[in-house]
């Protein structure tokens, strides 16, 4: 199967998430979807007071907003931009001066290239960051050409490249109720693997 380029990925991304139907709609369900997020990290239990964190693929920002209701200062990064939440940025190239305690993205089907990635986030984490990822195990069952789904055999080869940067803490399941017919798993990495 042909691989979109690089700027075509980035195209692609940019046009479906500029829609402005598509984003009214997702501001009609934004307090819904908030909840959702405040309850999921409550769950987790990290303790997100004062905690600097960064949400990559934020879109418009409901995760950001739940990690500051629970005490962070949250910021997110998206493409597209939904000001003062989330920033205008690329998460394959993190161009940020910040570091964060907590880096978080629901966006890792939509990273480029994981080899990259990872190490563009460990740059941006402190020492003892923790990277949480929250994904569907449905996204490597496949690759859409369209939505550039990282390319990879599958969540074993996915975890060995973050694991190159990163070491793995803990997993946990979870069946979201936002996203009612999937069962959602999440991953916790600490920096530093290797020191
Ligand atoms: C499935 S949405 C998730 C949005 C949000 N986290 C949520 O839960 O509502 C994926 C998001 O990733 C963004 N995205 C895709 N590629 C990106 C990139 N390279 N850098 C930053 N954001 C990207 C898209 O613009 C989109 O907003």
Redesign the pocket.
């Known amino acids: 199967m042909k691989r979109m380029t690089y700027q075509e990925y980035i195209d692609y ?1 940019v046009r479906k ?1 500029s829609d402005p139907a598509f984003r009214e709609k997702l501001i009609k369900n934004r307090q819904k979807k908030v909840a959702f997020f405040v309850d999921k990290f409550r769950k987790l239990g990290l303790g997100y007071e004062a905690k600097a964190i960064l949400c ?4 418009m920002g ?2 950001v907003e739940a990690f500051n209701v629970l005490g962070a200062e949250a910021i997110g ?4 931009p939904y000001p003062p939440l989330v920033r205008e ?4 190239n993190i161009a940020l001066d910040s570091t964060f305690d907590v880096v978080y993205t ?2 890792f089907d ?1 990273v ?1 290239d994981i080899a990259d990635w990872v190490v563009n986030v460990r740059r941006v984490l402190n020492p003892g960051g923790v990277l949480i990822l929250s994904l569907f195990p449905e996204i490597f069952d496949g690759h859409d050409e369209e939505e550039e789904v990282a390319y990879v055999e599958g969540k074993d080869e996915a975890l060995a490249i973050l694991g190159r940067h990163l070491r793995l803490v803990r997993v946990e399941t979870d069946t979201p109720q936002w996203f009612k017919q999937y069962t959602e798993e999440i991953y916790l990495y600490a920096k530093d693997a290797h020191e």
């Open positions: 991304n998430n990559l693929g934020a879109r409901e995760e990064l998206d493409l597209v940025g690329d998460m394959n629901n966006s939509h480029y």
